[in-house]
């Protein structure tokens, strides 16, 4: 009998720290995704949309810094959000509602990496660029001379 209540209490003990860890496990991630605001699906303000608007739009911008929090909003906002990481000047990776990642390759280049670390989309505009003509934004340095005087 008196081993019985030994395992038993052993028992009790084991629950107890099991517990006591899954709790502070919640605290830690939970303290972890405060303080990188990265993991945050919900808006900052609650906006009105009417009923023939799209959705989406109360949700702000459908994309996220990292994979993990692109699939976490993913799942949240029930559509589909690009992982800005997986970023590449011809491809586009997206996290699922379902847990699953798509990814969308294109043939050529559709967005070149700015110097400052930003992507902008592919514009073959020429611009005067003074005696040359240049495309506003383009994956290679093109220029087309304007003439000349002669």
Known sequence: MRRRSMLRSGH????RLAAALVLLL????????????LAFATPSAPTAVSGSANSAQSYGPAEA?????????????????????????????YALPDGTFSTE??????????????WQAVDT?????????????????????DGGDQ
């Open 12 to 15: 009790r003990q084991i629950r």
């Open 26 to 37: 919640a605290v830690d991630a939970a303290l972890i995704a405060q303080g990188t605001g």
């Open 65 to 93: 810094q990292d994979e993990t929090s692109a699939l976490l909003m993913a799942r949240l906002q029930n559509r589909r959000i690009e992982a800005l990481s997986d970023r590449t000047s011809d491809a586009t990776t």
């Open 105 to 118: 390759v294109y043939a050529g280049p559709i967005r070149v990496k700015q110097d400052d670390g930003s």
């Open 125 to 145: 505009t020429l611009s005067d660029a003074g005696d040359e003509l240049a495309p506003e934004t383009a994956a290679a340095d093109i220029a087309v001379s």
